[in-house]
């Protein structure tokens, strides 16, 4: 791939289709908005690269097997989509080991750093434990929460691949795009997955879960307030099979901040209160299991966020690490100086690369002061990026672990002061960030937008009474009522019946 054409192409893409919304039909301001869009450098940032060294590896699941952390009975889960001589990585371990004590755990790991195994697997190991001792019967075992459906159909897939061997573990996917009726549910799987069999254990539609509910109930917290509200969908809660409820997992937990955080707190709480109602095991409560891929650099605020949003006992006890609910993960150090032992490289890749490797030791860096930096081109620098993660060490590893970034953001609106001298044509001054004065003039700046049918340019404010007379104003407060002033003339509507 040319990272800098690529990166060329989606920034000027996306701007096109910035230019497309605003059909601006005053010509100088139609032109000043065009040359904002195109030289913002607000929209747009990168491309950036940066090093990702390899996790730091740890036990393999058969090693947890043989410590005891993991009953016996898991290898019978073992296959090419869950590999029992792997090692994990150390992150994981710690996980699964800290899960397996009984505690709530906050997993804060990057993006592709296997969060998933972190909750999945003490989540089975748990279905096994009960299992091999002839209590799994129906009724859910574990709460999945994910903010998006799409990441629930996500995690629906990566269970059909691990547990296609284990029958007796059951799950399914309730959102609002699951179907009600037996039928509906296996004509969309069959729609949806073209060739693929049906595993025997997922539960395709709402009548299957009521009747018989999935030990592994995967929803979003939408759902679940209907889930808590509706009686057709009481017995998930406190049915025949209710009782048995063991885990509460809150996937990508850093999108919940703010009064979505309130409100998710308040569901969890409800539905805490519904299922000890009926716990078999009162004595022992719902384990919670938070993911994500962020989280402040204050572990102590971290704990205070889980402790409120699950209404449950987070610990980070400094210098302790038997009383730190926080996992996070850890990286393997990118080795200092010239690359060594690295026979398919030459000796000038194999500097070049190693000047790379040290200049994103600090930190992710632009493309452009990267090779500036190095001392080479771009198109040199993007040779060794592919070099160097292609060619690998003595332990199989890339020689340079790295990825690109590139970030866009939205506008915060167009913005004009309707003054000033836009070159040598003239015209107004354009903005695409939020401001009440022109910085090129001092007039007052005023966001606008036009209609879409034909190009008449509208301001947005507030009207001022005062004494003098009424003024239209861009300050608007909390409260004020709105208002759009029309530029110009605007077009007469034609009745296409009676033409003038």
């Given amino acids: 791939m040319d990272v800098i054409a690529t990166a060329e192409h989606l920034s000027l893409t996306y701007r096109r ?45 058969r090693r947890l097997i043989a410590d005891g952390v993991l009953p016996s009975g898991f290898a019978r889960l073992g296959g090419p989509a869950l590999p029992l001589d792997r090692p994990l990585y150390a992150h994981q371990e710690t996980a699964i080991r800290k899960a397996a004590a009984g505690r709530n ?39 999945l929460l994910y903010p998006m459906n799409a990441l629930a159909n996500d ?20 959102t609002g795009e699951t179907p009600e009726r037996p039928a509906e549910g296996a004509s969309l799987f069959e729609a949806l997955n073209p060739g693929e069999a049906r595993l025997s254990n997922e539960l395709l539609s709402r009548t299957e879960m009521r009747d018989s509910p999935p030990h592994l109930l995967l929803t979003n917290y939408a759902m679940l307030e209907y889930l808590l509200l509706r009686p057709a969908d009481m017995d998930l809660f406190e049915g025949p099979h209710g009782g048995h409820w063991r885990f509460v997992v ?17 569901l969890l709480r409800r539905l805490k209160q519904k299922v000890f109602s009926r716990k078999k095991d009162s004595a022992r409560p719902l384990q919670a299991i938070a993911t994500s891929a962020t989280v402040g650099n204050s572990p102590a605020a971290v704990m205070e966020f889980a402790a409120k949003l699950f209404d449950a006992p987070f610990e980070w006890s400094p210098g302790n690490p038997t009383r730190q609910d926080l996992v996070q993960a850890t990286r393997v150090a990118v080795p200092d100086g010239p690359v060594q032992d690295a026979p398919d490289l030459g000796p000038a890749d ?31 620098l993007a040779e060794l990026v592919a070099l160097g993660t292609a060619a690998r060490d003595a332990s199989g590893a ?5 990825r690109y970034h590139l970030f866009a953001r939205a506008t915060e609106g167009a913005f004009t002061c309707l003054a000033g001298d836009a070159g040598s044509t003239g015209g107004p001054h354009v903005a695409l960030a939020r401001r009440e004065v ?12 036009c209609c879409k049918r034909c190009g008449a340019v509208h301001l947005t404010g507030v009207i001022q009474k005062e004494r003098s007379g009424e003024y239209f104003t861009s300050r608007v407060a909390r409260g004020d009522r709105r208002a759009w002033l029309v530029l110009g003339d605007p077009p007469r509507p034609q009745d296409a019946a009676r033409p003038e």
């Avoid at 995690?155 to 309730?174: C, D, H, K, N, W």
């Avoid at 890339?398 to 790295?402: D, E, K, V």
């Fill in 17 to 61: 289709y910035l230019r497309s919304l605003l059909p601006v039909r005053d010509p100088k301001l139609a032109r000043a908005l065009r040359d904002a869009i195109d030289a913002s450098p607000l929209l747009t940032k990168g491309p950036l690269l940066e090093a990702t060294p390899p996790y730091a590896a740890g036990a393999s699941l």
């Fill in 105 to 143: 755990l906050v997993v804060a790991t990057g993006t592709g750093s296997g969060k998933t195994e972190s909750f999945l697997l003490p989540v089975l190991a748990e279905l096994v434990r009960q299992r091999d001792a002839g209590t799994l019967g129906p009724g859910v075992r574990a709460l």
């Fill in 155 to 174: 995690q629906v897939r990566r269970l059909r691949q691990v547990l296609a061997g284990a029958p007796e573990i059951t799950f399914g996917r309730y």
């Fill in 250 to 266: 809150l996937d990508e937990a850093h999108v919940y901040d703010g009064a979505k955080a309130e409100e998710v707190g308040m």
């Fill in 350 to 380: 194999a500097a070049g690369l190693g000047r790379v490797r040290a200049l994103l030791a600090d930190g992710p860096r632009l493309f452009t002061d990267l090779a500036e930096a190095a001392g080479i081109s771009g198109a040199r």
């Fill in 398 to 402: 890339p020689m340079l672990s790295a």
């Fill in 438 to 449: 022109c910085p090129d003039c001092s007039a007052a700046v005023f966001e606008f937008g």
